[in-house]
C-alpha cells in the first residue's frame, strides 16, 4: 500500500537521516520526498509503501525526538493490487 505521511521536525543536523533510517528498518519504500525549512523547524512530506501495516511504522517515527509532528493523509492510503477473496470449497456430503 502507498501512504502520504507529513511531518514537522526540529532543524536538526540528523533529523531527516533518522527519518530515512526508520523508515527503511521498517521495510517501507520511499517513493517521494520533499523537504522545506523554517523558523528552525523542516516540513518533510514523504510518500512511501509497504506491506506492512503502517503503524508499525508511525508508531516507530512518534518515538524521535526530532519529530513535532506526525500526519497520515488518510486520502492518500491505496492499494498496489486486488486480491480475489478466497473461496472455500466445502465437502458436500
Do not use: W
Not at 502520504?4 to 520511499?30: C, H, K, M, W
Request: charged share 15%; glycine share 4%; hydrophobic share 40%.
Amino acid at each position: 500500500m502507498h501512504y502520504q505521511l507529513n511531518l514537522l521536525l526540529t532543524d536538526s543536523p540528523a533529523a531527516i537521516e533518522r527519518v530515512l533510517q526508520t523508515t527503511r528498518y521498517r521495510g517501507f519504500t520511499l517513493h517521494q520526498c520533499e523537504m522545506q525549512t523554517a523558523s528552525g523547524e523542516i516540513q518533510l512530506n514523504m510518500q512511501v509503501s509497504g506491506e506492512q501495516p503502517i503503524h508499525l511504522l508511525t508508531s516507530q517515527l512518534s518515538k524521535l525526538y526530532d519529530l513535532l509532528e506526525l500526519v497520515l493523509d488518510p486520502s492518500s492510503v491505496r492499494v498496489n493490487r486486488l486480491f480475489e477473496p478466497q473461496v472455500d470449497a466445502l465437502a458436500v456430503s
